[in-house]
């Protein structure tokens, strides 16, 4: 559990030294006096201000001994460039308990980095158990990077996870997972 806390905060520092490092590296030509503005297209990309992102969600996944089909989709919009804003939900379905998942969350993607973005983002969660169990909370953060080809990115990042109101003499109040993800830009 150190080893992955310790790769997440690692994974958070790369983040910011990688966007700091790029924002620094950066050269501004010479000022030139124009006659005519042509409007070019935003360097962000499909990570530009007022850009939206959906999203659709389908694996597999293992939890109170037993394995779930998971279904679920998400909505984002870019409030400034590299910064989203979201809402997620997911259901874990086909055995029992059978439990759905909502998660408003926030993402910074390092845009202006070449081929590999870095990402790192926020969640609070909430999700919904079938009876007799209770619902619960939860919050967390994600790292990870994003690499690039054409319109199309694959994500390799850590989650990590922590339950409010829980037990710890019962459960294990947190929980930090790895997780994959393929991005479409069209």
């Known amino acids: 559990m150190k080893l992955l806390t310790t790769l997440l905060v690692f994974t958070l520092l790369i983040c910011l030294g990688s966007a700091v490092w790029a924002q620094t590296t950066q050269t501004v030509p010479p000022a030139q006096e124009q006659t005519y503005q042509i409007q070019s297209p935003n360097p962000a990309g499909p990570f530009a201000k007022g ?11 293992s939890a109170y001994g037993e394995t779930y089909l998971i279904v679920g989709g998400g909505f984002s919009y870019f409030v400034a460039d590299g910064l989203s804003v ?22 910074y993607t390092f ?7 870095p990402y790192a983002g926020a969640f609070y969660r909430k999700t ?34 922590m339950y409010l109101d829980c037990d710890s003499e019962l459960w294990d109040c947190s929980s930090t997972y790895p997780e994959m993800s393929f991005w ?3």
Request: no cysteine; charged share 20%.
């Open 128 to 161: 919904f158990m079938s009876d007799p169990y209770d619902n619960y909370n939860s919050w967390g953060g994600r790292a990870g990077v994003a690499y690039q080809k054409g319109g199309s990115f694959v994500s390799l990042g850590v989650v990590h996870e």
């Open 111 to 117: 845009w202006k980095m070449k081929r590999f973005k």
């Open 51 to 61: 850009s939206k992102r959906a999203n659709i969600l389908g694996g597999m996944g």
């Open 184 to 186: 479409f830009s069209f």
């Open 86 to 107: 979201g809402l997620a939900g997911e259901g874990w379905i086909l055995q029992d308990p059978t439990f759905w998942k909502v998660s408003p969350e926030i993402l």
